[in-house]
């Protein structure tokens, strides 16, 4: 194959057409998918609509809504040609009358040329996905033979030149039973599809620009709030795409807050390749990409510059359609190049790219990257990174000069720049964006490039600011009446240590407001973890909350509120918090408290998780269940209400607590116009459930299975007539003292002999899930995950009578 045919694909794209669609879609454009059969499109559009909560089309469904019998049937009936002709004008239909609000899944219909027009032009206002997956996985699903599914896998390619976006629908280990039961022995009907159910999401939320909206107006402490560029200083964990394949992704979390994608090889159907790696790195680390292609990736390919030129941009445009976080495109092209790049990138950020390899010129003085700033700025890039190579050490005094230069200029751009090699080090750890880090996995592992052996750990460049008291070691607790044995300390000190950071966080036990007060005063107090019971009254004690700590009316978090560096205290609005959010891990002053809430954001995620596609949230149908009336059982109702349950009904021993609980959701509600009564109260254990009501599908049990104090033990267990629902459900008992509750128990039975699909989440899987959104609360840092969850099943049994 001659070189000009191998480039066929990105060169005729690049050259014979502008850009698919600028990728600017309004917020609520419907959203359509397209690619062949056993892509995974119909669970993804299911997947898509319950998370944005929209109406799911399915090409299949609207074509036997308008002729009455399926697609096959009439293809048998009128025969092939009525039959395109049928498919085409219902495609078209579908498509032009649900241009908002909708997710669409396009069956067989679009692999027609016609459609293909059609979905080319719909590519100017909506997102057209092109969803694809991993061609063993669609052979095996269809079970088709090789030379059925290389024609398959032709025709499928078609799909992305009618489509302006691509998933790639990486294989679930949710679905193939090889993987462990969170429960760790407990035995569970493990729900599907609960990866692919997190993915999807956060692709949506990131076209459809509603993840960082609503975080800073929500949360102004939770990381995503602020978008990586505007916090203080972030990390770029730098992976080249070759060596991906060699590594377990899962091991490189440390607190970076995006991932330098490098891509270093070039062939010209790597689309795939790219998809998948993109895909992994978004399950395993869930933190920003940063896409780069580099030159040497084509120093094998004997392509001519202009090829290379193509073929660059070939691998920007797929980066884009990717849906990358940013993008970073190299000023040494043309200004043409640059803006229609730039034109296309819908919601991707831009940073053009200046790398400076030469030795003998003026330092970081030099007016060409002046030029170049000015440059990026008026083709519309969103930020500049500039890299040296330099082997002169004060080349990293003047890159300060530099950058002071930029930042006294009005509207500037966030500017990246550091000096790489030997003596770069130093200005590394100086700049305040998307520093590039390496991890130590991968010097061990992988072969060193030239400049990764520069390169410090995301650890080290945090210890580093240590040492110059950039940072501070703060002190950070687990408050409660009886905290003895919380898990807390063992997941956020093994995620201090795994970031580098040189906090220390242990379990108190307190008996008052005013003690929790009084420890907290301390300059160097980091924030807290409030638990029973004080998570309702500690709301007193706090000036400013988070949208959710004031709607659950408890709080799980407590951080300081200090004297921010331009001297200024505080008041409730965003941006002052959001700035608060920005000096964490700095000592100082405290003057007053902001609280939030993460009880509810662990119970969500369990429940997001485990729900089946049979009880999707349905607003009008859906009913929770909710036992107890404390803190917890506040944050369970609100994360079922989040999730667009509009009817939820609470037990407790004591009905009265429960009837307080009550009256302070359904007062909140009415302040948001929601009709009717969103809690209501079970007054006995002996009531039948509600009739005019379905039959619970969330359950959440929020009461101690211990004793407390000198409380009995709970020993809840459900009566028999509040579990009739026909679907099941999933039930979360938060208590994991003893693990194996009575009312764990229970459910197990029942589903033995009803057969129904109850799933069970026990204490230690909601735990971790609250912990890590504290963690990110407390430091602004993203959680190590994996290293968290790992504490709790290593510690829980020290616990276990
Ligand atoms: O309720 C809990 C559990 C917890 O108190 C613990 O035991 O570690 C930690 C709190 O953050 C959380 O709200």
Redesign the pocket.
Known sequence: MSVTTQLEPTLAFLDTRAPPSTRNFRPDASIVLIGCRGSGKRSIGFIGATHLGRRLITEDHYFFEATGISRGAFFQQYGSQEFQKKSFELLKRMLEGNRIGCVIECGMGSLSVPAQKVLLEFCNTNPVIYVTRESEQIRSLLRLGEEEAARLETADLAHRNCSNLEYFNLFDTSCDGTETPPENGIGNVSSRLKYAKEDFSSFLDFLTGQGVIRSGFESPFSINALPPEMRSYTYALSLRLSTIPALDLMELEAGADAVQLKIDTWSPDMQRVIGKQVATIRRNLGVPIMFQVEDYAFDNTHLSIEEKEHAYFGLMEHGLRLAVEYILVDLKYSSDLISRLVRSSGRTRVIGHHLHREENSWGWDDESRMIQYRRAKSLGCDMVRFVRATSKPQDNDTVREFLNRIESMPDHLPVIAYNVGEHGRPSLIANRIFTPVTHPVMQTTVSKSQIRQFLPTAAEARQARYEIHALDPLHFY?L?AS?F?????A?HTAAYQVCGMKNDFQ?LKVESLEEIQQLCQDPNFGGA????PF?VQILSRISAKSYHAKAIGAA??LLPLRTLSNGKSWDQNTQTLLRHANQRGKAGPIFAYYGD???FI?IQTCLRRNLSPRNAIQHSKTTGLVIGAG??AR?AIYAMIQMGCRKVFIYNRTVENAENVARHFNSWAAGLSIDGEIVTVLKSRDVAWPSGYRQPTMIASCVPARSVGNQAPANFEMPMQWLGSPTGGVVVE?A?LPLDTPLLKQIRRVREETKQAWVIVNGLEV?PE??IA?FELMTGRKAPKRRMRFEVLQNHYRYEE
């Open positions: 687990h409660g905290v044995y919380s898990l807390s300390p997941m379990s973890a409030i638990t029973q998570k799980n978090t809430n993460t009880d662990g803190g917890m944050a938060l994991y735990l609250q912990a504290q």
